[in-house]
């Protein structure tokens, strides 16, 4: 038996004696697992996980079974949780047990290991998380508004200038801002190269990412073996990530520090964290890079989502457009753009803002979460080192919170007596001690981009040669970040006003 065999072999051995301590672990509580699809001899449910669009089973599983669903893939338990009454009570009020990672062999050979939302819970962790608190927590995010506002600018002259490159040019701002915010880097119209590496190392990241999706996170043991042997192609394609991944934190995070010894920056994010290490004598340029690299490549991605989600909503519900323009139109008016300070006044456009986040959340599984200990949960067993997956598309599809689910309807947001409810919490930046730390950035991003195009142009169906409507498949990608497929719809400006007013904002 060559060494290939051997180590096949021994991989296989050491799931089943993993499966048989977790019963063994069980037996003595006579506690049954979550319900859930019945699990294979050995290899579990590793057949019925998807890899395409995985939020679609899972919430057919959560009507079939429950809040709570218990799963199985060789060695791994992958509990989905498909309620935010029992994510609170899981990820928020027991955090202590809920707040670890899932160990994936796959990220760690992609080089994504150094992600702070990929991060075991630990130290390292902490590290990551308080220099991200220090420049985006709430109070602090409000310095990064004026650069907000710029780039959201910028944006509404490229749709005056190219409105059928709409798509190109919402994901152009969702990196100009934060490229600015954490680099100092004014990104090119086209082809930028940070942002090239940045969308090429997300992408091969979303690809790999799911339980199932790649047989080496199923079975860790397969990380030994070499590329050329069949079904190892993995090998190949991590290796592909991993220079890329590389790159997207060396470029910008060089960029950056050399600015600042040439004195040429000291308010970008990279910038401050470096000047603070050096003063205090313990610079870990090594993390501040990572904390970098993860503000960039999270805060981008799930933007342009957002904002893809909203040309598409806008496209296809012309009346929730018109509803939000009248309002801008009688409070702000047509002799200026919306503000910052605007929001509070203009209930409908955040009523909008929260339907957008909730039809179509960007990020439908959230990231998942891993228990550092046994725990039993309304009399079933959750194992040590079980996958939690919050199942954030089914937990907005909830009917009895939101009735037709699959509708964009920003009225369900108000009282019967017309003032904006309390469901203010937007699901898809996650639970518990690991919410998201930029959120209070990414929520002012999407807010004054589609309260800024909406004061400005209309969008519309696109009309084919013959004057009709083309209408728009509502198709969502695969992955990690969900984002619309491609599609087209007419930008046009709401008024020769509202032009003057976005050709005034590059004087």
Not at 171 to 199: C, K, M, R, W
Not at 272 to 286: H, I, P, T
Not at 328 to 338: A, F, N
């Amino acid at each position: 038996m060559d060494y290939r065999a051997s180590l096949i072999l021994g991989g296989l051995l050491v799931l089943l004696l993993k499966s048989l301590l977790g019963a063994w672990r069980r037996y003595p509580l006579r506690l049954p697992y979550p319900p859930g699809p019945p699990p294979r001899f050995f290899v579990g449910n590793h057949r019925e996980i998807p890899t395409v669009l995985p939020w679609l089973t899972y919430t057919e599983w959560g009507r079939q079974y429950g809040d709570l669903v218990h799963a199985r893939t060789f060695g791994q338990h992958v509990i989905l949780v498909n309620s935010v009454e029992t994510a609170a009570e899981l990820l928020e009020k027991r955090a202590h047990i809920y707040s670890d990672r899932p160990v994936l062999p796959m990220m760690e050979l992609m080089g994504w290991d150094f992600n702070t939302g990929l991060l075991p819970y630990g130290n390292r962790w902490r590290g990551h998380r308080k220099m991200l608190q220090r420049h985006f927590r709430r109070d602090v995010a409000q310095i990064y508004r004026p650069i907000q506002m710029k780039k959201v600018h910028a944006f509404l002259r490229g749709l005056l200038a190219t409105p059928q490159e709409f798509r190109n040019l919402f994901q152009t701002v969702a990196a100009a801002i934060i490229v600015s915010a954490v680099y100092g880097h004014e990104i090119e119209p086209a082809n930028d190269h940070f942002v090239t590496l940045s969308e090429r190392a997300v992408q091969k990241l979303s690809e790999a990412f799911f339980p199932g999706a790649v047989a080496v996170n199923a079975i860790p043991i397969l990380r030994y073996l070499p590329g050329w042997l069949p079904g190892c192609g993995f090998q190949g394609f991590a290796a592909e990530c991993r220079q890329l991944t590389q790159e997207m934190q060396e470029v910008p995070f060089n960029f950056a520090k050399g600015n600042m010894q040439e004195g040429l920056d000291s308010k970008s994010v990279v910038a401050k964290l470096l000047e603070a290490g050096r003063a205090q004598g313990n610079c870990d340029e090594q993390m501040i890079q990572e904390v970098a690299a993860v503000s960039y490549t999270a805060g981008s991605d799930t933007t342009a989502s957002s904002l893809g989600s909203f040309f598409l909503a806008m496209a296809v519900h012309p009346d929730a457009q018109k509803k939000a323009q009248r309002e801008i139109d009688s409070v702000v008016g047509t002799h200026r753009l919306p503000e910052f300070e605007d929001r509070p006044s203009l209930p409908f456009v955040e009523a909008l803002f929260r339907e957008l986040m909730r039809w179509r959340p960007v990020l439908p599984l959230g990231v998942s979460h891993a228990t550092t200990t046994d725990d039993v949960y309304e009399g079933y067993y959750i194992p040590k080192g079980a996958m939690v997956i919050s199942n954030i598309w089914a937990m907005t599809r909830n009917e009895a919170i939101y009735p037709e689910p699959d509708r964009f309807n920003p009225d369900r947001f108000f009282t019967a007596e017309g003032d904006l409810n309390d469901d203010d919490t937007i699901l898809t930046f996650g639970f518990g001690r690991r919410i998201c730390p930029g959120r209070h950035t990414a929520d002012a991003s999407v807010w004054c981009t589609i309260v800024s195009v909406l004061a400005t142009f209309d969008i519309a169906k696109a009309k084919d040669a013959n004057g009709n409507e083309i209408d728009i498949d509502p198709v969502y990608s695969d992955g990690l970040v969900s984002h619309p497929e491609p599609f087209v719809c007419s930008i046009t400006p709401r008024s020769d006003k509202a032009r003057d007013l976005v050709q005034a904002t590059e004087l």
